[in-house]
């Protein structure tokens, strides 16, 4: 394995600290063998408020290709799991079930201004699946990396066979890994097992009107993960994500308009990303602290002090084609937007620039942006540079006005 062979696309410079250390890394990540042990991520994990869980499930059952698979009760938990099939990652949807349960999770969003209005929803990070679950783990421990220990898993009711990292410093995520045959079905030891009726009911409502929209066939599985976080730790959280992953770093665009930059990472071992989404870092070229003096934009910036580092959005592929005489992506936003669904702007793109896009609003049960894409012919990238640089301005307007909701809201 050589994790270093891959073209390396983008504007942005890096310095000559993250230049070094990339190379270093991987290299070191490829001699170990962990590159040829991890995998792709085999699903993510999301934890929703009390209350809030089943009309998530709906919400995705909708907009996504999502089905609802089972239920796993733990004492304080109930954990849905979401599939599309094995050969595109799981959603774990978690909720708590007392609002006034205290955890380390929990405390990762009291600290900010808006993520404190609802403390218990955030996205947590993926699990990947390795070939050895004790040698990763064991590998990963020597190069200094943190994990729960067996009976913490236990008291945070996660499932047993997973070994799961302390959460990240700079992202606030934490990585799950799973020993799984790619042959074998994901299984999760985590409580009593169960197909809840109500669940269930609000799921089938959903797919039901999903067809009838004639959109059921249009949405694709996860193609990126895009997590946000300060300025200061772009480069050092890339690192961090590739030492303990099998990915590679695709490259980094610099969006001058919004005084930030879009870093993209890809799995080595799939190109294709439905089958491990590519996952991509968003952050300020400026601290907050200069803005008074340089007068940029600083949406970025904005959204992680708001809310703290955590995933911005998750985007989805759209079949590359048309349905009744438009393009698939502007089908599926016109009959979504139709049941009521807001997005932050028009679908923006072409045919020409090689892909469309578009930004949801934030989910009131998760707080996470559902983006479509859709792109066009043979087109590899993940964004034209004037399609993320509206992106990124759509999504900070709408952050102004989350802010301006809050009645409470204190800037700190």
Same mark, same amino acid.
């Given at each position: 394995?050589?994790?270093?062979? +891959?073209?390396?696309?983008?504007?942005?410079?890096?310095?000559?600290?993250?230049?070094?250390?990339?190379?270093?890394?991987?290299?070191?990540?490829?001699?170990?063998?962990?590159?040829?042990?991890?995998?792709?991520?085999?699903?993510?994990?999301?934890?929703?408020?009390?209350?809030?869980?089943?009309?998530?499930?709906?919400?995705?059952? &909708?907009?996504?290709?999502?089905?609802?698979?089972?239920?796993?009760?733990?004492?304080?938990?109930?954990?849905?799991?979401?599939?599309?099939?094995?050969?595109?990652?799981?959603?774990?949807?978690?909720?708590?079930?007392? =609002?006034?349960?205290?955890?380390?999770?929990?405390?990762?969003?009291?600290?900010?201004?808006?993520?404190?209005?609802?403390?218990?929803?955030?996205?947590?990070?993926?699990?990947?699946?390795?070939?050895?679950?004790?040698?990763?783990?064991?590998?990963?421990?020597?190069?200094?990396?943190?994990?729960?220990?067996?009976?913490?898993?236990?008291?945070?009711? /996660?499932?047993?066979?997973?070994?799961?990292?302390?959460?990240?410093?700079?992202?606030?995520?934490?990585?799950?890994?799973?020993?799984?045959?790619?042959?074998?079905?994901?299984?999760?030891?985590?409580?009593?097992?169960?197909?809840?009726?109500?669940?269930?009911?609000?799921?089938?409502?959903?797919?039901?009107?999903?067809?009838?929209?004639?959109?059921?066939?249009?949405? /694709?599985?996860?193609?990126? &993960?895009?997590?946000?976080?300060?300025?200061?730790?772009?480069?050092?959280?890339?690192?961090?994500?590739?030492?303990?992953?099998?990915?590679?770093?695709?490259?980094?665009?610099?969006?001058?308009?919004?005084?930030?930059?879009?870093?993209?990472?890809?799995?080595?071992?799939?190109?294709?990303?439905?089958?491990?989404?590519?996952?991509?870092?968003? =952050?300020?070229?400026?601290?907050?602290?200069?803005?008074?003096?340089?007068?940029?934009?600083?949406?970025?910036?904005?959204?992680?002090?708001?809310?703290?580092?955590?995933?911005?959005?998750?985007?989805?592929?759209?079949?590359?084609?048309?349905t009744n005489n438009i393009e698939n992506i502007?089908?599926?936003?016109?009959?979504?937007?139709?049941?009521?669904?807001?997005?932050?702007?028009?679908v923006i793109g072409s045919k020409e620039e090689?892909?469309?896009?578009?930004?949801s609003s934030a989910s009131e049960h998760s707080?996470?942006?559902?983006?479509?894409?859709?792109?066009?012919?043979? +087109?590899?990238?993940?964004?034209?540079?004037?399609?993320?640089?509206?992106?990124?301005? =759509? =999504?900070?307007?709408?952050?102004?006005?989350?802010?301006?909701?809050?009645?409470?809201?204190?800037?700190?």
């Amino acid at each position: 394995m050589n994790s270093l062979a +891959f073209k390396r696309n983008g504007d942005k410079k890096n310095s000559d600290f993250f230049e070094e250390y990339l190379v270093r890394l991987l290299e070191e990540r490829d001699s170990v063998g962990l590159s040829d042990m991890i995998y792709e991520i085999d699903a993510i994990m999301i934890t929703v408020d009390p209350g809030h869980s089943i009309r998530y499930i709906a919400e995705l059952s &909708l907009m996504s290709p999502y089905h609802y698979l089972v239920s796993l009760e733990t004492e304080n938990h109930w954990t849905h799991v979401l599939r599309v099939d094995m050969n595109s990652p799981d959603l774990l949807i978690r909720e708590v079930k007392d =609002a006034h349960i205290q955890g380390i999770f929990r405390s990762l969003n009291e600290i900010y201004p808006i993520g404190s209005h609802k403390p218990n929803s955030r996205y947590m990070g993926e699990i990947l699946r390795v070939s050895d679950l004790h040698g990763v783990v064991q590998l990963q421990q020597e190069r200094d990396f943190r994990f729960f220990t067996q009976d913490q898993i236990r008291k945070l009711e /996660l499932p047993g066979n997973l070994g799961i990292s302390k959460p990240s410093p700079y992202t606030h995520n934490i990585i799950g890994y799973i020993e799984r045959p790619e042959d074998q079905l994901r299984v999760y030891s985590l409580g009593v097992s169960t197909i809840r009726n109500d669940v269930q009911e609000a799921y089938c409502s959903a797919k039901e009107l999903q067809k009838k929209l004639q959109i059921d066939e249009l949405i /694709l599985p996860i193609d990126h &993960l895009a997590t946000r976080i300060y300025s200061q730790n772009r480069e050092v959280a890339i690192l961090e994500w590739l030492s303990l992953s099998s990915y590679y770093y695709w490259g980094s665009y610099d969006i001058k308009d919004q005084n930030s930059s879009t870093n993209v990472t890809k799995s080595v071992h799939h190109s294709n990303e439905l089958k491990s989404p590519a996952k991509v870092f968003t =952050a300020n070229n400026t601290p907050y602290l200069v803005n008074h003096l340089v007068k940029l934009p600083s949406p970025t910036e904005t959204f992680v002090r708001n809310y703290g580092p955590r995933l911005h959005h998750i985007a989805l592929a759209v079949r590359d084609g048309t349905t009744n005489n438009i393009e698939n992506i502007e089908m599926v936003v016109n009959q979504i937007a139709a049941q009521g669904k807001d997005f932050l702007l028009d679908v923006i793109g072409s045919k020409e620039e090689g892909l469309k896009q578009i930004f949801s609003s934030a989910s009131e049960h998760s707080s996470l942006i559902i983006e479509y894409v859709q792109r066009f012919g043979d +087109f590899q990238g993940f964004f034209a540079k004037d399609n993320v640089a509206e992106l990124t301005h =759509a =999504a900070g307007v709408e952050n102004e006005l989350n802010k301006l909701s809050k009645s409470s809201y204190v800037d700190s």
